[in-house]
C-alpha cells in the first residue's frame, strides 16, 4: 500500500515536471500578438508618405521628403466652412512649435459642400490677408471620391492605415505625422487645434529630437 501511495506521487511530481514548460511556452506566446492588436505596426509607412509630391498654393512640386524628421499636422481646409475660423489657431499653434520642428500643412478641397469654390491665386490671398497664415498651404485638391490625390488616398486608406484610415468626411480633418512618417494620430473637424489631446500629441511627437 506505501510502495502504491509512493508510485502516485512519484507519478504526479514527474507529470507537473513535464507539463509546466509546456505551459509556460503557451503563456508567453501569447504576448507578442497582444502586444500587436494593441500597438499595430505599419511596415513601410514611412516610405510611402515621403514618396508624394505635391504642389504648392504657387503650383512648385513639393515632394513630402523635405519634411522628414518634422511633426505634421496635415488640415484639409476650405474658405467657407464654418470651421474656417480655425486658421487662426491652426497659425499660432505653427509658430508655438515652429522652432521645435512642428509644421502644419494646409490642402485646400472643395469635396464639401463646395466650400472651397476659389482658384489657387484667390485662397493664398483670403488666407494671407484675413488670418497672416505662414505655414505652407498647398494647390486646390481632392481629398475624397474618384479623383483623391495620392497623400489622402494614403491617409484614408485602411489597409496601408489601419489604425486611423477611414474617408474623409468633412473640412478641417487632422492627421498628425511623427518624425518617421508614421501616422501617429487623427482629430474630426469639429476638434479645435488647441484641443488638449491635440496638444498632448503633438508634444509627444516632439519629444523624439530631429
Not at 7 to 28: E, H, Q, R
Not at 59 to 81: D, F, I, R
Not at 103 to 113: C, E, H, R
Amino acid at each position: 500500500m506505501e510502495q502504491t501511495t509512493a508510485n502516485k506521487k512519484l507519478y504526479l511530481k514527474l507529470s507537473i515536471l513535464f507539463l509546466l514548460p509546456a505551459i509556460t511556452v503557451g503563456l508567453f506566446s501569447c504576448k507578442p500578438q497582444q502586444q500587436v492588436q494593441e500597438k499595430p505596426v505599419m511596415m513601410g509607412e514611412e516610405s510611402k508618405l515621403y514618396s508624394i509630391t505635391m504642389n504648392d498654393i504657387d503650383g512648385a512640386p513639393v515632394s513630402l521628403s523635405e519634411y522628414k524628421g518634422k511633426v505634421l499636422l496635415l488640415v484639409n481646409v476650405a474658405s467657407e466652412c464654418r470651421f474656417t475660423k480655425q486658421y487662426t489657431d491652426l497659425q499660432k499653434l505653427y509658430k508655438r512649435y515652429e522652432k521645435r520642428g512642428f509644421v502644419v500643412l494646409g490642402f485646400p478641397a472643395n469635396n464639401f459642400g463646395a466650400q472651397e469654390p476659389g482658384t489657387d491665386a484667390q485662397i493664398k490671398q483670403f488666407c494671407t490677408e484675413k488670418f497672416g497664415i505662414t505655414f505652407p498651404m498647398f494647390s486646390k485638391t481632392s481629398v475624397a471620391g474618384d479623383d483623391i490625390n495620392p497623400l489622402y488616398a494614403y491617409l484614408t486608406d485602411r489597409n496601408q492605415n489601419p489604425q486611423f484610415g477611414g474617408p474623409i468626411t468633412w473640412n478641417f480633418t487632422k492627421f498628425l505625422v511623427d518624425r518617421d512618417g508614421r501616422i501617429v494620430g487623427r482629430f474630426y473637424p469639429e476638434t479645435p487645434p488647441f484641443d488638449h489631446e491635440i496638444i498632448k500629441a503633438i508634444k509627444n511627437a516632439l519629444q523624439k529630437p530631429q
